[in-house]
């Protein structure tokens, strides 16, 4: 039987409520039993005392005993009958100084021991805190409240008084009391109470449990509507207690989960567009090889070597930038993975500044584009993996170079940044980026109408790389000037 958090935590709840009540209403009858032990001991401490005075007066006007000979068995059976018909809550008893019993007025087969422990006694006649219970003689392991006194003829000591102070009548009559009125109004006020107790106990549990309610419901519908949830907002100013910050923490994780399945719905669109961008950049050239290769094969009879040589250059060409299309987008594939991580070394950004310049000075003369570089004295040395960063500000370069017009400019600067960065800056004279397209620039190639490409693998590489250094790269808007993008490295 599968139960819920509220009804296991009610079950729970009424079984405690019912061993607290029984045990309440244990102790409540038992210190009841004790108090009134303590109050009838406490009244009677001088029964046995002045039972005592009464025997040795007796003794003395008894002509049938000898003074110092004690009382007779026969007078003390009278005595003891009288004070017990006077008194039936008491039973008397004589003991001996080892605490033997040689008196008593128990009818035939009511005494169960014959020997007193004297050591409750003692502590009775010490004034010891009440109540003190000793044995009782009629009964095995039974202890009850007594009154005792020492027995005295003249100045020797021959023995004790034991006044049992609840008798066996008063014992028989107490239980039917109880039985009838006390225990009953007991357990009917002990009854009342529980039920009370039990319904301001539910009433609680489901005030407690409410927002565990509301976070229940909030998981199904993560788990059936996670592009629709919408989370309960949490209370703010009220109490700060374990569920209400279960409440707030999950609410927060909720939301966590919502932006990273948008991010992840984002990457996925993403992700589809630079399959589709790529399939379309391969189809281009790929169709030309064919196309050439095929003109080939079908003319090659009528063909002059002049234009064979033309039909295979062109080829060639378009096989060359298929390779460098797969090449770009094996290394973007090991950058996404993980397989590659950076390793770090400090060197001089002016040195490889310059290295990236040797690259593109031929094709920016071709294009008439002057290559410029702003660096402070000293140059600046910074911390990373030189290979990554060289295919950043290549990436970067081609990118500048390719959509510079003629006559334009293509330049780097490097500053320091705050915290230890150092801050590097490729500004270009092109026409920059739209803005409708510059939230998307660094998650997949856009292309625009006609030849000009704004982003695409090289881009994503360069961001990749930039990730992996703890550093983004991103798109700086300036006046007068084209694209400009800016990233930091940090300081060796």
């Given at each position: 039987?599968?139960?819920?958090?509220?009804?296991?935590?009610?079950?729970?709840?009424?079984?405690?409520?019912?061993?607290?009540?029984?045990?309440?209403?244990?102790?409540?009858?038992?210190?009841?039993?004790?108090?009134?032990?303590?109050?009838?001991?406490?009244?009677?401490?001088?029964?046995?005392?002045?039972?005592?005075?009464?025997?040795?007066?007796?003794?003395?006007?008894?002509?049938?005993?000898?003074?110092?000979?004690?009382?007779?068995?026969?007078?003390?059976?009278?005595?003891?009958?009288?004070?017990?018909?006077?008194?039936?809550?008491?039973?008397?008893?004589?003991?001996?100084?080892?605490?033997?019993?040689?008196?008593?007025?128990?009818?035939?087969?009511?005494?169960?021991?014959?020997?007193?422990?004297?050591?409750?006694?003692?502590?009775l006649l010490n004034n010891e805190p009440l109540p003190i219970q000793g044995d009782d003689p009629r009964s095995d392991r039974g202890r009850k409240v007594f009154s005792a006194a020492v027995l005295r003829s003249g100045e020797q000591k021959i023995g004790y008084i034991y006044v049992i102070l609840q008798s066996e009548e008063h014992d028989r009559l107490?239980?039917?009391?109880?039985?009838?009125?006390?225990?009953?109004?007991?357990?009917?006020?002990?009854?009342?109470?529980?039920?009370?107790?039990?319904?301001?106990?539910?009433?609680?549990?489901?005030?407690?449990?409410?927002?565990?309610?509301?976070?229940?419901?909030?998981?199904?519908?993560?788990?059936?509507?996670?592009?629709?949830?919408?989370?309960?907002?949490?209370?703010?100013?009220?109490?700060?207690?374990?569920?209400?910050?279960?409440?707030?923490?999950?609410?927060?994780?909720?939301?966590?989960?919502?932006?990273?399945?948008?991010?992840?719905?984002?990457?996925?669109?993403?992700?589809?567009?630079?399959?589709?961008?790529?399939?379309?950049?391969?189809?281009?050239?790929?169709?030309?090889?064919?196309?050439?290769?095929?003109?080939?094969?079908?003319?090659?009879?009528?063909?002059?070597?002049?234009?064979?040589?033309?039909?295979?250059?062109?080829?060639?060409?378009?096989?060359?930038?298929?390779?460098?299309?797969?090449?770009?987008?094996?290394?973007?594939?090991?950058?996404?993975?993980?397989?590659?991580?950076?390793?770090?070394?400090?060197f001089s950004l002016s040195d490889l500044i310059q290295d990236v310049f040797q690259k593109f000075e031929l094709q920016a003369q071709e294009r008439g584009i002057r290559l410029m570089a702003t660096l402070p004295h000293p140059a600046p040395m910074v911390r990373a993996d030189l290979g990554m960063i060289e295919r950043v500000l290549t990436n970067l370069?081609?990118?500048?170079?390719?959509?510079?017009?003629?006559?334009?400019?293509?330049?780097?600067?490097?500053?320091?940044?705050?915290?230890?960065?150092?801050?590097?800056?490729?500004?270009?004279?092109?026409?920059?980026?739209?803005?409708?397209?510059?939230?998307?620039?660094?998650?997949?190639?856009?292309?625009?109408?006609?030849?000009?490409?704004?982003?695409?693998?090289?881009?994503?590489?360069?961001?990749?790389?930039?990730?992996?250094?703890?550093?983004?790269?991103?798109?700086?808007?300036?006046?007068?000037?084209?694209?400009?993008?800016?990233?930091?490295?940090?300081?060796?």
């Open positions: 039987m599968n139960l819920t958090l509220s009804q296991r935590l009610s079950l729970v709840f009424c079984f405690l409520l019912l061993v607290c009540c029984g045990a309440s209403a244990w102790l409540q009858i038992r210190a009841n039993i004790m108090h009134e032990k303590e109050v009838v001991q406490g009244l009677s401490r001088g029964l046995a005392r002045s039972i005592a005075l009464d025997a040795q007066l007796m003794q003395a006007d008894d002509d049938s005993t000898a003074p110092g000979d004690g009382l007779g068995p026969a007078a003390v059976r009278r005595l003891f009958n009288k004070l017990m018909s006077v008194n039936p809550s008491v039973e008397v008893y004589l003991l001996d100084n080892d605490g033997r019993i040689v008196g008593h007025a128990a009818p035939a087969g009511h005494l169960k021991r014959d020997h007193v422990d004297l050591a409750p006694i003692r502590r107490a239980a039917r009391a109880t039985a009838s009125s006390v225990l009953r109004t007991t357990l009917w006020s002990m009854a009342v109470v529980a039920a009370l107790v039990l319904v301001a106990g539910l009433i609680a549990f489901r005030l407690i449990t409410r927002p565990l309610h509301r976070l229940t419901t909030t998981m199904q519908q993560l788990d059936t509507k996670a592009d629709q949830l919408v989370l309960p907002a949490p209370q703010r100013g009220g109490p700060r207690d374990e569920i209400a910050i279960l409440e707030q923490s999950f609410s927060d994780m909720g939301a966590r989960i919502n932006e990273q399945w948008k991010t992840m719905r984002q990457l996925d669109h993403d992700r589809r567009e630079v399959v589709a961008n790529i399939s379309h950049d391969l189809r281009t050239p790929l169709g030309s090889i064919h196309g050439y290769l095929e003109t080939l094969s079908l003319k090659d009879e009528t063909l002059s070597a002049e234009e064979r040589q033309r039909y295979l250059g062109i080829a060639l060409a378009q096989s060359q930038k298929v390779g460098r299309l797969a090449q770009a987008l094996f290394e973007l594939a090991r950058l996404e993975h993980g397989s590659v991580q950076p390793e770090l070394e400090p370069f081609d990118n500048a170079v390719r959509h510079t017009p003629y006559g334009g400019e293509v330049e780097i600067t490097v500053q320091p940044a705050l915290a230890g960065k150092v801050a590097v800056t490729v500004a270009d004279t092109g026409p920059g980026v739209p803005a409708s397209m510059r939230d998307s620039l660094f998650r997949r190639p856009i292309a625009l109408q006609g030849e000009y490409r704004v982003g695409g693998l090289g881009l994503l590489t360069v961001n990749r790389i930039l990730q992996l250094h703890r550093s983004k790269i991103a798109l700086v808007s300036e006046p007068e000037a084209g694209a400009v993008f800016r990233f930091t490295l940090d300081a060796a």
